[in-house]
């Protein structure tokens, strides 16, 4: 037990980080079996290579002890020149099966790590966009990058470039202890007795070491996440002049990661240094007493540079660890974060039992619905909501009630706290969620189109859709016209945010997206804001014809858009204040009627100005 809390210390986080993706190294294990004998020949024809010097150098002193065995006394009585001969020729032979076992160790194991590491990332990454909005709307994105990209590459590139050296270098250690014990036990015993000198050591220095480097890792995601963030919103940074502002954050950010970076060193470079003393000093101690042992006839002077060439070896493993305590720390550090990601659990996912949903009508029904995103701030409390297949429904009210959260809820994206949202009488919690969300079109205020051609932008509505399909849903959304006018018309490739395109035409593509969906249920969040009469009316006028048919949620702010929905939910203070139409609701002259008064005097105010 305190064996292998030792153990876990000396090789900091890196036991549990690889603890968790044993499943992954599970599905490699021909791999590893068949490196892992690689790794031991390796350390076999290591641990043979003294040898032929020893014989070499007894015979020049005319020496014939064998370690106290008759194992070797063969060679004595060999012709000297056939010693030599066949000792040199054992070297380059055993040399050249150790660089073929360490040829054949190293691939297999790079090869196991490069498999894992996709399959990580793989997984990394599709367990990412699995996660909830919730966990999205927290976390920032570039950290989530730095997590898939840069932490999982150092976990690989650390376990294959250091730790299955380790791992190899710790063969060697005990095979290398056995030899000299039988070698002569007094000088081996002699030899290890700084051992727990050096356990001491790097179990202390390396807890110190892995707190840098988790510490530098965290500093070095913000950095990541900082940059991200100012070049996703390049405009507003460069319009508000915030550069140098965001330039001081990141070079504070900067400055303390090196500084961890360089703390981390300053610690392995002195448990080096410790190590290297504590070898020194283990060797001095060899050399006097074997000095002694030879004198006295004990031991052989072959056999001494035997005991001290595997002596060197056997440390290997130890100063090994301490010039890869900083990396395996760091890498262990990374494993933590990937980790961390991986055991994050989706809370909207399929529920056990669900089934595919069947094709819908449309009839929606909020029943009793009750929502927070924080415990304690109720976004709706106990909403009731009836839409009939194919109505057009108008979904207004003021700034931050909750209009977005119902569409959210519409596609589950988060579940209500209390309630049920059924669609054709059905709970969509009992359907699965690829089924639910296939059938529901999306248009928001702020389209995000994909670095891809105006086609592909299309096309994400309905993986797999003709040609001929996109080009209709692209008329249907008066979007064929100026797609042509582009420089390679369809294959125009967008830009990351669309930005090649006007407010209005990333409207219009969106709108195609979603009609090519040919979903019965279409949510309309904002979908004209901000544009322009003339793309407005481009735009309402396909929105027109693609919500045609279906049960269609227009969320919007402006009420002169909504008058002409079948039915108007007002929402207020959590619940559904007013609903009915247009006409109905001014009659009734509530706050539907009193906003609608306030925005045509308004409306008709800014046109006397213009
Ligand atoms: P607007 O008309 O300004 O777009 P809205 O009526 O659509 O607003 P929602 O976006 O639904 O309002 O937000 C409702 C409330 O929930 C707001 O107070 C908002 O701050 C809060 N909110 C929205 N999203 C989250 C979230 N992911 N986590 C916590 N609170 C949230």
Redesign the pocket.
């Known amino acids: 037990m305190n064996h292998q809390r030792s153990l876990r210390r000396a090789l900091p986080g890196f036991v549990q980080v690889t603890k968790r993706f044993t499943p992954y190294l599970h599905e490699q294990r021909l791999l590893i079996a068949g490196s892992f004998v690689a790794l031991l020949g390796e350390v076999v024809f290591r641990m043979l290579e003294p040898w032929p010097i020893k014989f070499i150098f007894d015979h020049l002193f005319h020496t014939k002890r064998h370690g106290g065995s008759t194992l070797f006394s063969f060679v004595d009585r060999l012709d000297p020149s056939l010693i030599i001969l066949g000792s040199s020729l054992a070297i380059v032979v055993i040399t050249g099966f150790r660089a073929i076992f360490d040829y054949a160790n190293v691939i297999g194991f790079a090869r196991v790590g490069n498999r894992v590491l996709s399959e990580v990332r793989r997984d990394l990454y599709r367990h990412l966009q699995a996660l909830p ?2 966990f999205h ?2 976390a920032r994105s570039g950290d989530l990058i730095v997590r898939v990209m840069s932490d999982v590459n150092m976990v690989k590139d650390v376990a294959v470039n250091a730790v299955l050296p380790l791992v190899a270098d710790g063969l060697i250690l005990v095979s290398t202890m056995g030899v000299m014990f039988f070698l002569n036990w007094k000088l081996a015993l002699l030899a290890f007795a700084v051992l727990p000198g050096f356990w001491l050591l790097t179990s202390r220095l390396t807890v110190r070491i892995r707190e840098t480097a988790r510490e530098q890792r965290k500093r070095e995601s913000a950095m990541a996440a900082t940059a991200a963030e100012t070049i996703g919103a390049i405009r507003v940074v460069q319009a508000l002049t915030l550069e140098g502002l965001f330039t001081g954050r990141f070079h504070r950010k900067n400055d303390e990661s090196q500084r961890q970076d360089l703390k981390g060193v300053r610690l392995t470079a002195a448990l080096g240094r410790s190590i290297g003393f504590l070898i020194a000093a283990s060797t001095a101690l060899v050399l006097a007493y074997g000095a002694r042992l030879v004198r006295t006839d004990e031991l052989s002077p072959g056999e001494l540079l035997v005991f001290l060439t595997y002596l060197k070896q056997a440390f290997r493993p130890v100063r090994d660890l301490a010039k890869y305590s900083g990396r395996i720390a760091k890498a262990a550090a990374a494993g933590e974060r990937v980790i961390h990601l991986l055991d994050q659990t989706p809370e909207i996912r399929d529920l056990p039992g669900a089934v595919p949903a069947p094709a819908f009508r449309g009839d929606i029904q909020l029943d009793r619905v009750s929502f927070a ?2 415990p304690g ?1 109720l ?1 709706f409390d106990d909403v009731d909501l009836v839409v009939e297949a194919c109505q057009r429904v108008a979904v207004v ?12 809820l519409l596609l589950r994206l988060y579940d209500p706290t209390r309630g049920r949202v059924l669609i054709d009488g059905g709970d969509i919690r009992d359907y699965t969620l690829a089924t639910l969300r296939r059938q529901i079109s999306v248009v928001l ?1 702020d389209t995000v189109l994909f670095a891809a051609s105006a086609r592909e932008n299309i096309a994400y509505g309905a993986p797999g859709a003709s040609d001929l399909e996109i080009e209709e849903a692209a008329r249907l959304a008066n979007a064929h016209d100026f797609i042509m006018a582009l420089p390679q018309g369809y294959e125009t490739v967008l830009g990351e945010r669309g930005a090649t395109l006007s407010g209005g035409q990333r409207q219009r593509i969106a709108i195609a997206r979603a009609a090519i969906r040919q979903a019965p249920i279409l949510i309309l ?2 979908p004209t804001t901000g544009l322009d009469e003339e793309n407005e009316r481009d735009v309402i006028e396909a929105l027109e014809r693609l919500s045609r048919g279906r049960t269609t949620f227009l ?1 919007t ?1 402006d009420l002169g858009l909504a008058s002409g929905a079948d039915v108007i939910f007002y ?1 207020e203070r959590g619940r559904v204040l007013e609903s009915g139409t247009h006409e109905e609701l001014v009659i009734a002259d509530g706050r539907y009627a009193a906003v609608h008064r306030m925005q045509t005097t308004s409306r008709a105010r800014f046109a006397g100005m213009t």
């Open positions: 909005l919730a709307t927290k995103y924080e701030r976004i009210g003021p700034s931050g009630i909750g209009k977005s959260t119902l569409a959210s205020q969040d904002e969320i702010h929402l």
